[in-house]
């Protein structure tokens, strides 16, 4: 791996804002859009933690599927965020794009584990990787719709 390979010049760095720019526009994300998102990402979130509050369960077992819980989120938005990094053309190293991958793979892995030896009962199992999953898959949406709403407001604010 280069280590020149983030050094761009003034007018590569203007084509991959230009890029990003052109491509924000056509993908500007939906007022219902946006809110199921948030929906989603806050059900999801809110029913795994409820569900832990409750269980009868270990402080320890608690900590370990709530951390879990915040591993998996932040590995979720860092794919999201390294995936379309490299479709905008925006830099993104093979190292961080791999670690992120992994994180997400070993968090799914983790929560999966955590889950076939507890002793919960199977509809509870259900219950948690149900509300992980959504909220995985809500935080990739609410992480996209962040950045196309600023890339649009940037578009916006260029434009007048």
Do not use: H
């Not at 968090?107 to 219950?127: C, P, Q, R, V």
């Amino acid at each position: 791996m280069e280590t020149n390979q983030f050094n761009y010049s003034e007018k590569e760095t203007q084509k991959i804002k230009e890029k990003s720019l052109e491509n924000a526009n056509t993908y500007k994300p939906t007022t219902a859009f946006i809110g199921a998102s948030w929906i989603a990402l806050i059900t999801g979130m809110v029913s795994y933690c409820i569900g832990l509050w409750n269980a009868e369960m270990q402080l320890n077992e608690k900590g370990y599927y709530f951390s879990i819980l915040l591993f998996g989120l932040f590995s979720v938005i860092s794919v999201q965020k390294s995936v379309r990094d490299r479709l905008e053309g925006i830099p993104v190293t093979d190292m961080y794009y791999g670690i992120s991958w992994f994180t997400t793979i070993t968090s799914i892995l983790l929560l999966i584990i955590g889950l076939w030896n507890a002793t919960l009962l199977l509809s509870e199992k259900g219950f948690y990787g149900m509300s992980f999953l959504l909220s995985l898959f809500a935080a990739i949406t609410v992480q996209k719709n962040t950045r196309d709403m600023l890339i649009s407001s940037k578009i916006d604010k260029d434009s007048n």
